[in-house]
């Protein structure tokens, strides 16, 4: 099977603390993976090794073919796009941060595109000249979650982005990340504690007390 | 001239001291010493300086003047960089943004004729213009540690999205050059109606006329702007990337 993404022996520490130990890890291409596992384990420092928003301390990440270090960390975090937990939108208003990925790189804001995304998570085009401390938690979550996506990238790191959701909205994201992941081909890893999206996986991997055991 | 501090006067007015010396006492401040060493120290400074400054102004050497310059310059720079803890080759920065805001802004006066190059003029000049791009240079740092730490969240998103170093930390840059250049901004607007600032005091007490001594002090608004403005926005833009390491990491 062709690995998009392929850890080896890989380790994290700080100071005296091993967060991980030895991971292997082969991620297929277009694969939807979730990630489980007790808080602290090592998920999201996981997750944010993958991204390039940490280093790890030693082993080896394999990103389509060649080694992360061989990248520009800023262009492969567009390829690989990191969306947090409890994200913190910036500036004033929802368009403001809709407008960003297109502002670093260059770029006019597509307002179609963006009005169709917005769609496609449950908000609606009037969202986008809404000031952003007038956002519920549930749509704060959505608008950051477009910011990830407005430019596809080849892998989507999810942390626990549906926890804050209610379950209609629930719905929404997860057909809409199964429609990104079907249709545009885009490799999901999403860390998650629900039993519908553990369900819903092609791979389930958990992470506990910082070693990763892996489910076909 | 009728300017009349004496040795005698200046001793008498030394009473003044014991005014502040009584009330720590009095009070228990326990500021009695630091008092004590910072009259001492204030006393044996300037009058260091001012036979320092007199013999360079009868001298009036290029390379003397310029030496004096270049340690105003140092000076500032030392003290700029006490402000930014953390921040790696601070002195650097410092040295050269205090360089070049005074370099610039003593050339344009120097240049429109506002001031001549002789060490009476060129010295305290350097002095004010140096000190003020340094306390400028000194908030900046402030602003720049103070906002990378409390939105520190705000940067990582920006950077999980694929910005570049200068998009992530734009908007703290921006309000960083702001603080910098905020208090000059702020005196400009009320000088000489809360006080009448020491380049203008100074004129008014050797006996020129108001009318000329406020044109020295509009010249001495004009040029603390860019000062500070120019400090600033070169600290400001050589210090953020310190903030990252080499994996465009936030540190």
């Known amino acids: ?216 | 001239m009728n300017l009349a501090v004496n040795n005698t006067s200046l001793f008498l007015a030394a009473m003044l001291v014991l005014v502040a010396l009584g009330i720590s006492l009095w009070q228990k401040l326990g500021l009695d010493r630091d008092i004590v060493i910072g009259v001492v120290r204030a006393v044996v400074q300037l009058f260091i300086v001012g036979y320092l400054l007199k013999y360079i102004f009868r001298v009036n050497n290029l390379w003397l003047t310029l030496a004096m310059m270049g340690f105003i310059i140092f000076n500032a720079a030392w003290n700029a960089k006490k402000r930014g803890p953390g921040i790696d080759h601070a002195l650097a920065i410092s040295l050269l943004a205090i360089f070049v805001s005074t370099g610039v802004t003593l050339g344009v006066l120097v240049l429109s004729g506002a001031i001549k190059f002789v060490p009476s003029q060129m010295i305290p000049i350097s002095g004010m213009i140096a000190s003020n791009s340094m306390v400028a240079i000194g908030l900046a740092y402030r602003s720049l540690n103070s906002q990378f730490h409390d939105q520190r969240q705000g940067v990582l998103e920006r950077l999980a999205l694929g910005a570049g170093l200068l998009d992530a930390s734009i908007a703290i840059v921006r309000e960083a050059i702001r603080t910098g250049m905020s208090p000059t901004i702020d005196s400009a607007k009320t000088v000489g109606l809360v006080s009448l600032p020491g380049m203008m005091s100074g004129l008014i007490f050797a006996g020129v006329d108001p009318v000329r001594a406020i044109k020295y002090q509009i010249m001495v608004t004009f040029m603390l702007l860019s000062a500070t403005s120019l400090g600033s926005i070169i600290a400001c833009y050589l210090a953020y990337r310190n903030f990252y390491n080499e994996q465009k990491q936030l540190k």
Request: net charge negative.
């Open chain 1, 1 to 216: 099977m062709n690995s998009l993404i392929s850890l080896e022996k890989v380790n994290y520490q700080i100071a005296d603390q091993h967060i991980l130990h030895d991971v292997d890890w082969q991620i297929p291409a277009g694969a939807h993976i979730t990630l489980t596992g007790p808080s602290g384990g090592g998920k999201s420092t996981l997750l944010r090794i993958i991204a390039a928003m940490i280093s790890k301390t030693s082993g080896t990440l394999i990103f389509d073919g060649q080694p992360i270090e061989s990248y520009d960390p800023i262009m492969y975090r567009r390829q690989v796009s990191y969306c947090f937990q409890q994200p913190t939108l910036f500036g004033e208003t929802v368009a403001d941060n809709l407008a960003f990925p297109y502002q670093i790189r260059k770029q006019v804001m597509d307002t179609q595109r963006v009005v169709t995304a917005l769609n496609n998570v449950g908000l609606s085009e009037r969202t986008l000249h809404q000031p952003i401390i007038e956002l519920s938690g549930g749509e704060r979550q959505r608008v950051a979650l477009i910011r990830n996506i407005l430019f596809l990238p080849k892998v989507l790191l999810l942390d626990e982005v549906t926890a804050g959701l209610d379950e209609n909205n629930k719905q929404i994201v997860h057909a809409w990340l199964r429609q990104l992941n079907e249709q545009d081909h885009v490799t999901t890893i999403m860390i998650t504690h629900d039993a519908t999206e553990i369900d819903a996986a092609d791979q389930l991997a958990k992470v506990v007390a910082g070693r990763l055991e892996v489910h076909a």
